[in-house]
């Protein structure tokens, strides 16, 4: 694949994770209803812990967004989506796991994809 193409398709992958992070974070700034039964009802968190939950992901994702950051941006939106999961798992929600199982995937294949650096890293072979 040329490079340019293999570039673009990364930012494409990774706007997936970006967009449903920030998607999220919006949800539980301007208190979305669903937003707050899910987070507070189901999962257990109290009202004044999503603005701090939204505010890191929102700083997840700019750390992730800008080029020289990336990497510590792709691992912080793993740790953060790992939480989410360990979440859903600790009140027997495994339907809602895999949301954020499938972004933290596309945040590292999007970061493979527009980054040389991480492909030097984890080559992979044909």
Not at 43 to 57: D, Q, T
């Amino acid at each position: 694949m040329p490079e340019k193409t293999r570039v673009w398709a990364g930012r494409v992958v990774s706007a997936i994770p970006i967009a449903a992070l920030l998607f999220s974070a919006a949800g539980k700034v301007a208190g979305a209803p669903q937003m707050v039964d899910v987070m507070v009802g189901v999962l257990g968190f109290s009202r004044e812990a999503l603005l701090l939950l939204a505010v890191i992901e929102v700083t997840c994702v700019i750390v992730y967004m800008v080029p020289q950051t990336a990497v510590v941006g792709a691992v912080l939106m793993t740790g953060y989506l790992g939480g989410a999961i360990a979440s859903h798992v600790r009140v027997a929600d495994t339907v809602n796991l895999v949301p954020p199982l499938v972004l933290g995937i596309l945040a590292w294949v999007g970061l493979y994809l527009r980054d040389a650096r991480v492909r030097a890293l984890l080559p992979l072979r044909t």
